[in-house]
Structure formats: C-alpha cells, structure tokens
C-alpha cells in the first residue's frame, strides 16, 4: 500500500540551530530532490552520504548533506532522501517551498510512520512505540517504548492469535464434514492452551497499571488539614520554593502542581488546599477542587503533625478514605513535624508502625517518602523480564479478548456447538489483531498518527 504522493517535512524541531533534516518520500522523492541538487542522486549509492548545493534556481541556497535510501530500503517502505542542511529558519523555509514547488506535499502528523505501518515496516504497536519513545520524559518510559518497538507485545500477541486461529480453522473445518462425525480439533488439547492464553492475556491487562504509571507519570496528591506542612513538603521534594509557605492558615487556596524524575520514574506532585470546615467562599472552592485533585491521583500522601497524635488516627485516616471515590488509590500517612513531637506523643505514635514520619522543615527523612512512592510504583510490576504494555488501545483490545476467551471456555463447558465456539475463537484472534494492526480501521489509524509529530 504505496501512496502515490511524495511527501516532505522537516523531522528536527522548528526554530534555529545547528542543523535541520528535511526528509523526502514517495515515488517521485529522488527524481524530486534531485531538481534542486548540484548531484545526480540515481548515479549515487544507497544509504550513502552525499555532499552537495541546494539551488534555488541560479543561486546557492546552502551546502548541504543528502543521503538517499533506494528501493523500499528505508523507513518508510518507499524511496526516501534526507537532507541534512544547515539549521536555519530561513533555509529550511526556502527548501521546503522548493520541494513543493516541485512536486512534493507537506507531510501530515505522523505521516512518515504510518506508511512504514502501511509498508510492512513496522506493526501497529511497533508505530505506537515511536510516539511513545519520542515523547518518553524518564528512562522506565524510554525503556518500555524500546522494548515495544523490537516487538515486545508484538511477538507475544502474534504467537497468541496465531495459535487461536490455527484451532478455530479446524473447528470450522469439522463443520464440512459434520454428517460424518469427525473431530480435528483435540478439544483437551484446546482447553489447556485456552488456559495458557488467558493467564497471558490476564498478565499482559495487570501490566498496564505500571506500563500507563511509567508511560504518564504518576500523579501523587498531598492532602491534608491547614498548616501541617503540605506545601513545605512539596518544596522538599522538588529542591525548589515552588509552594508559598506560611503560618496563616489557608494560604494554598488552588493545586500547585510539578513534576520530578525519580529512578526512572516521573512523578507529578500536587499541593492542595488544607482541608477544614470554612466560611470563606474562596477557600471553600480550593478544598473541593483538593479532593477532585486527590480522586484524580494514584497515590495520596496524607499528611498529619503532632496536634493529631493524641487524636485517634485511625478514625482520622479512615474519615478521609471515606472521601476518596477511587478504589486503585494508594493512601500513604506521613507525620510531620516529628521533631517536635513529646516523649507522651513518639510513644502514642507506636502503635502505627506504617505511618511514615517526618520533618519537612528540617529535611528529614524526605527520602524516606520517595523510597514509598517508588516502591508502590514497582509493586505493580509482575515481573521484570515480563512484557509491559503502556497504551490504553491495548489495554482495551485485551480487556474484550479476555472476555471472548472468557465465553469460549463457558462455551466448552455447556457443550455449545462448535460453529459458536469458532466464533468466539475468531472474535477473540480479531481483538487481538487490533493491536498489531492485522485488524485496523482508518478511524483507528487516524486517531493514532494525529498524535505524533509532523516530520515522524
């Protein structure tokens, strides 16, 4: 599936600098270029770099380094061109409007990838991991994106539908010969792969909670009553005066947010209005939206101090979960201000061993809280060797293979006919295909390479 456009756009960011790469592909991408080029780009070798003048008519335009990828060998599938120029605005404006002008169209988002989608060169969720790569802000989401796109989920799911549908076409087959009572299909056979399917198809659905955790960051909430420290703890960790800090109570009357990378990971911290009983109409809005923020968070950190020691916390701590809508929250209890706390208050605070205590005021202990985050971060990981899925697309084409594969095995259990079975079979392999693409809909493809980049 080879368009016969010959597209062009610049694939390095936009603005000044060194240099700027201007890609060219289609059918026409060489004898284009080479209007504009003081070589003949059909005597050159493939994949080899050639020095040369971009002309614009009479005149030099810049000195330039074009590599051309012939026959099919390159990204795209097509014949491609590269030219390296130098990173002017004004050049690389020019250059394009030469490539137009002789014959090219401005790429669309994406476009570069979805013809290697449409080429061959890469699967449906191969593409999906360029965009995710470039896009990648810690080195857990860089890392899932590489591994996705050598293949990763694509191998694991290509061998599930492979097998799914070599059983479904010998059910079907028995079909031709039904008035001979004949069976192809080792039904015990089946069932035990059925069962090996769905576990991996099960492990790859629990993946998503930390594939989507690295791919999107983790937002974390910090919450808790007025003056207990929230926006001084949020400075800690960032190592930055991002939150006013105050003895007035209600200072933080909006969520301030900021991210940081920890280990690999990216967190997103919100500091949020204290949470009281309050007349003032302004404050009021502020506690509200802190309780939108903190259902919105996969992690709490709920801060107390020692005027709650003395109180008892557990009513305290389960008061608030109350509130909280999301049952997949994870509430972390942190006590500040622990360097003030009474000989009477340390031996009160005991009997909660997993409460973590601090002091944000003299940076103790901050590092403790960091461990926390990366640690229920990490318990979401099966296995370290085990494919990670980070997209919702994928996600959701699982969760229905799943519950085709569900009905396939109540199917087996009830006698159900083999033609209703087949159908399950195939109408799990389908939800499957989705994934790699094997199944697709322009709706789908369009809705995946309008989010990348124009030049990619």
């Known amino acids: 599936m080879i368009s016969q456009d010959t597209i062009c756009a610049l694939s390095t960011p936009s603005g000044s600098g060194a240099i700027g790469i201007v890609r060219v592909s289609g059918p026409d991408a060489i004898s284009i270029v ?4 003081s070589k003949d780009l059909t005597k050159v070798e493939s994949h080899k770099a050639t020095y040369g003048i971009i002309k614009k008519k009479e005149e030099d335009l810049d000195e330039v380094v074009v590599i051309a990828y012939k026959e099919g060998k390159s990204y795209t599938g097509e014949d491609l061109v590269e030219i390296n120029c130098h990173g002017s605005s004004f050049v690389i404006n020019e250059l394009l409007m030469l490539l137009i002008r002789e014959g090219c169209r401005s790429a669309e988002p994406g476009e570069f990838t979805q013809r290697a989608f449409l080429n061959g060169k890469l699967d449906l969720s191969q593409a999906e991991a360029v965009g995710d790569l470039i896009a990648s802000k810690s080195a857990k989401a860089h890392d899932v994106a590489m591994k ?11 061998d599930l539908r492979e097998k799914l549908l070599n059983f479904a076409s010998l059910m079907e087959l028995e079909l031709d010969f039904g008035e001979e009572d004949v069976e192809f299909a080792d039904r ?3 069932k035990s792969l059925l069962a090996e399917i769905q576990l991996k198809v099960q492990s790859l659905i629990q993946s998503f ?11 974390v909430a910090i919450v808790g009553s007025p003056n207990v420290g929230k926006s001084t703890l949020l400075n800690r960790l960032l190592n930055e005066e991002k939150a006013i800090v105050s003895n007035i109570a209600g200072t933080t009357r909006d969520a301030i947010e900021d991210e940081m990378v920890i280990k690999g990971i990216t967190f997103r911290f919100i500091d949020t209005a204290g949470l009281r009983e309050t007349e003032d109409q302004i404050e009021s809005i502020g506690i509200e939206r802190s309780y939108k923020k903190a259902n919105e968070a996969k992690i709490i950190l709920f801060l107390i101090d020692e005027r709650d020691v003395e ?4 009513d305290i701590i389960d008061n608030f979960k109350e509130k909280i809508l999301g049952k997949d929250i994870q509430v972390v209890t942190v006590l500040n201000k622990s360097d003030t706390l009474t ?14 205590r601090i002091s944000a005021k003299e940076n103790q202990n901050i590092e403790q809280i960091k461990d926390k985050l990366l640690q229920l971060v990490e318990s979401l990981k099966l296995d370290d060797n085990a494919t990670v899925i980070s997209n919702i697309r994928h996600y959701e084409s699982l969760s229905k293979a799943q519950e085709a594969l569900n009905r396939i095995e109540e199917g087996f259990e009830v006698n159900l ?3 209703l079975i087949a159908m399950d079979i195939r ?8 994934i790699t693409g094997k199944i697709s809909t322009d709706d789908i493809l369009g809705n995946i390479f309008a989010n990348f980049c124009i030049g990619k």
């Open 34 to 37: 080479n209007t504009i080029f």
């Open 148 to 158: 996705q796109m050598r293949g990763g989920v694509s191998n694991e799911i290509a």
């Open 188 to 190: 015990t056979q089946f």
């Open 209 to 219: 909670a930390y594939g989507n955790a690295v791919k999107n960051g983790v937002p």
């Open 311 to 314: 109180l008892n916390i557990t």
């Open 343 to 356: 000989k009477k208050q340390a031996i009160l605070l005991n009997e909660y061993p997993n409460i973590l």
């Open 417 to 419: 006919s083999s033609d």
């Open 427 to 434: 109408q799990a392999s389908h939800y499957l295909g989705e």
